[in-house]
């Protein structure tokens, strides 16, 4: 009968593969960052150019927000935004006074404003919070408001969540004014934000 002699490794041994290994990790989890970090960088241009677009296209008409235009602009909100906003709007018809949004939601304002520039972006999740500055006043480029808008992936689309500026949270304001009408009516009022 034969017997083996087991060896163990040396400390001097196991710390040089410790050593490999841990750079092996630490390379591996720097390229797996990094590539995140690109992706985001990516997406984040890509919310950029989607609230450009907006913007522009919202610049090119009246500067105004009425229920045909929510209606027309469907695809730019999520799928909750545009129900609140849809239904702050009808309910002014039907209270016959105006509800919380009264004015322009991508300027903040019932005037025209000069224009936009969009300034940057910051992250928070899956939202990417763009940030505009709205031009107004004489003369051009006059006074910058600021506003973030905040879009997030619906499907494969690039939507509009929320517009917030340093007084006016569009989304909550819109819910709140909801809440407090149907509290008023005596009807049930569920919210689609998430608190």
Not at 6 to 35: K, M
Not at 133 to 148: E, S
Not at 167 to 177: F, K, N, P, Y
Not at 178 to 189: G, I, T
Request: charged share 20%.
């Amino acid at each position: 009968m034969s017997t083996s002699r087991r060896t163990f490794p040396t400390p001097t041994l196991l710390r040089r593969h410790g050593v490999v290994y841990a750079s092996l990790v630490l390379t591996l989890c720097s390229a797996a960052c990094s590539d995140r970090h690109a992706s985001e960088a990516k997406a984040d241009t890509a919310a950029m150019m989607y609230v450009r677009a907006r913007y522009t296209e919202h610049f090119r008409g009246d500067q105004g927000f009425s229920v045909e235009i929510l209606r027309a602009r469907r695809q730019w909100f999520t799928p909750c935004l545009y129900s609140l906003l849809l239904a702050d709007i009808d309910g002014s018809f039907t209270r016959g006074d105006p509800g919380f949004l009264d004015w322009d939601p991508f300027t903040t304002a019932q005037d025209d404003a000069n224009g936009f520039q969009i300034t940057g972006a910051t992250r928070s999740h899956d939202t990417v919070l763009v940030h505009v500055a709205v031009l107004f006043g004489y003369p051009p480029p006059g006074q910058a408001q600021p506003i973030t808008v905040a879009v997030t992936r619906v499907d494969t689309s690039w939507r509009i969540a929320d517009l917030v500026t340093p007084d006016i949270d569009l989304a909550r304001g819109v819910d709140s004014a909801l809440r407090e009408d149907a509290s008023r009516e005596r009807l049930p009022y569920t919210s689609c934000l998430v608190d």
